[in-house]
T-cell receptor, first 113, second 111 residues
């Protein structure tokens, strides 16, 4: 199974809402990532977890809160987002030590109204 | 600073034409280089990768790329494109857990 799954596929939320994005992989990978991708732009790294510990936070605003409950799951908790946070949020996984070969999920299309 | 530059943002080719997409990078230290592809409506997929050894690497679907260290380049090539190659192509560089993507090249292949 070389699949990374993400739910939901689409999410519309207001600026006062709290929601969560979920990501799951069953490839035994021990590194997981969140990326943000705006239209016609490349993916931008947000967070990296390695062995369930947060390794990299690319100065992401605190309204985004990642969580890695176990080696297969990765969540992104959202609160008080801004319209400019509307984007495609991608999850990826890899086998550390990472050499860059990541497996990506289909993404969650987030719209903040 | 680490960066990846893709020279062509939009490329239009007819089927059977040859393809070359340019990629240059700036990165201190040992690099791992990648090309990812994103077909319409699909997720990012790894096309090919270079870690070390033979600088000419072959990937899926007939794609290949050449690492030229002196030019800091990793150009993607395909001798004869097909309509199904229509997609967005991203060059990427990684070191440790950080991967930096180029801006992407949108390829449209006319049938």
């Amino acid at each position: 199974d070389t699949e990374v799954t993400q739910t939901p596929k689409h999410l519309v939320m207001g600026m006062t809402n709290k929601k969560s994005l979920k990501c799951e992989q069953h490839m035994g990978h021990r590194a997981m990532y969140w990326y943000k991708q705006k239209a016609k732009k490349p993916p931008e790294l947000m967070f990296v977890y390695s062995y369930e510990k947060l390794s990299i936070n690319e100065s992401v605003p605190s309204r985004f809160s990642p969580e890695c409950p176990n080696s297969s799951l990765l969540n992104l908790h959202l609160h008080a987002l801004q319209p400019e946070d509307s984007a495609l949020y991608l999850c990826a996984s890899s086998q550390p030590p990472n050499r860059g070969e990541q497996y990506f999920g289909p993404g969650t299309r987030l719209t903040v109204t | 600073a680490q960066s990846v530059s893709q020279h062509n943002h939009h490329v239009i080719l007819s089927e059977a034409a040859s393809l070359e997409l340019g990629c240059n990078y700036s990165y201190g230290g040992t690099v791992n280089l990648f090309w990812y592809v994103q077909y319409p409506g699909q997720h990012l997929q790894l096309l090919l990768k270079y870690f070390s050894g033979d600088p000419l690497v072959k990937g899926i679907k007939g794609f290949e790329a050449e690492f030229i260290k002196s030019k800091f380049s990793f150009n993607l090539r395909k001798p004869s494109v097909q309509w199904s190659d229509t997609a967005e192509y991203f060059c990427a560089v990684s070191g440790g857990f950080k991967t930096i993507f180029g801006a992407g090249t949108r390829l449209f292949v006319k049938a």
